[in-house]
């Protein structure tokens, strides 16, 4: 005759079987009483937002306001050495449209026109206006480049009036009679 051997519960097993019931059949994680941890909650990452720009307007630090946090700063400088290197990672060579995308990204970080215009150096196309009239038009469509960018890779005004990028300016005032 086979004997069976009984397990004794163990204070694992008894902890189990009373956090569960049929209701909540996982042990609850946080204990009865304690407050739930607000520190994620919207409404205080708002809160401690106002308070910082609070605290940078009224203690007169207002100017550290436009100041760029560590890692934009390195970024910026990196696309700023990329884009005179004229290579991406010191590697691979800049196509026309990483230029442009660095260019635009530069302006949006605050980054002047003249400081960008020193270190880069302006391409000249090669490609007639009528032939690239059309990809410039689905580019802006795709990427909305400021006007001012297409000028690093050699693309002029009259390409971009054609293209639609920058408003005709075959429209003058009239002259005013005397």
Do not use: W
Not at 21 to 49: L, Y
């Amino acid at each position: 005759m086979a004997t069976v051997k009984l397990r004794a519960k163990s204070a694992n097993n008894t902890r189990l079987e009373r956090g569960r019931s049929d209701d909540n059949p996982a042990p609850s994680r946080v204990r009865e009483g304690r407050p739930a941890n607000r520190r994620g909650s919207p409404e205080a990452i708002e809160k401690r937002r106002v308070a910082r720009v609070f605290n940078d307007i009224l203690g007169g630090r207002g100017a550290s306001a436009h100041k760029l946090d560590g890692r934009t700063e390195k970024r910026r400088q990196r696309l700023l050495k990329e884009l005179e290197a004229g290579k991406a990672r010191g590697s691979r060579e800049l196509k026309p449209l990483d230029v442009l995308q660095r260019v635009q990204e530069l302006m949006d970080l605050g980054e002047p026109l003249s400081s960008i215009r020193k270190v880069t150096k302006v391409r000249k196309s090669t490609v007639s206006a009528e032939a690239i009239v059309g990809v410039v038009e689905r580019l802006h469509r795709a990427y909305s480049f400021r006007p001012e960018v297409y000028r690093f890779v050699g693309i002029g005004e009259e390409v971009l009036r054609e293209a639609g990028v920058l408003a005709d300016g075959s429209k003058r005032r009239p002259k005013a009679k005397s």
